[in-house]
């Protein structure tokens, strides 16, 4: 992992925080493949491939990888990180239904969870937005 971070900081355009979300990214599939019983190598390449996409953003963005010259990449690599994150993801959902929770924290939960997910998510939609903002202004 800190060889990871190293090869991050040689560009020295990446900022800290970027970095530490795209270290979160890599930990959160892979947490997501040990919540998994009995993943399929399928399923556990697919997420960790999901993460590096979604982390290829970010070096796309922040100039450590050369912005692909056609948007078809960036296209592909979109529809298959919110393929992975719905569908393949799609076992997940039972885990933060509020079903296992008391009746009395339902209310709380259901502010929550939508609240820290948007908070999460927010960064990496920015992120993709600049990256494909490159290719409309420069058409």
Known sequence: MLHFIKILRKGGRVP???????????LSAAFAIYLTRNPSLLYMTSQLA???LTSAFFFIYYG????????VTP???LLFI???EVWGNRHLYDLVSLRHFPKK??????FWLPFLSVLFIAPVIWIIVQVFKHYFLFI
């Open 82 to 84: 919110l393929f992975q």
């Open 50 to 52: 999901s993460a590096l």
């Open 16 to 26: 800290f925080w970027a970095e530490m979300y795209v270290v979160s990214l890599i």
């Open 105 to 110: 924290y339902h209310r709380l939960m259901l």
């Open 75 to 77: 296209i592909l690599m």
């Open 64 to 71: 450590q990888i050369p912005y692909p010259k056609s948007i």
